[in-house]
């Protein structure tokens, strides 16, 4: 599975940003979708992660409430919406894939596939 993330940029705490993570190379069905992100210094932390079909997600609590993940399986992209951006989710945003089986979990270890990761950054 090859992953393709875009969307990451500039914006001011209190903002909006749409990521998205286009797959290829496999049935996009078949795998559960996850973001993770990193920031400088620190290790990479699990964001939110949904289920093949879409009917499952889980969020780390501090984006609960302000991000929401999807996907759609006949464009075969998983997309994280960030709404009231706060300078401490700067990171790089990295989209991930696994195997169907393992839900929407949020071990990176479970996951096969990594995209290349997009830039956000939010100014105070």
């Known amino acids: 599975v090859q992953l393709q993330a875009s969307g990451g940029g500039l914006v001011q705490a209190g903002g909006s940003l749409r990521l998205s993570c286009a797959a290829s190379?496999?049935?996009?069905?078949?795998?559960?979708m996850a973001w993770f992100r990193q920031a400088p210094g620190k290790e990479r932390e699990f964001v939110a992660a949904?289920?093949?079909?879409?009917?499952?997600?889980y969020y780390t609590d501090s984006v609960k409430g302000r991000f929401a993940i999807s996907r759609d399986n006949a464009k075969n992209t998983v997309y994280l919406q960030m709404n009231s951006l706060k300078p401490e989710d700067t990171a790089v945003y990295y989209c991930?894939?696994?195997?169907?089986?393992?839900?929407?979990?949020?071990?990176?270890?479970?996951?096969?596939?990594w995209g290349q990761g997009t830039q956000v950054t939010v100014s105070s």
């Open positions: 991930a894939a696994g195997q169907w089986f393992i839900g929407s979990s949020p071990r990176p270890d479970e996951y096969n596939y």
């Open positions: 190379g496999a049935t996009f069905s078949r795998y559960a």
């Open positions: 949904v289920n093949w079909s879409g009917g499952d997600t």
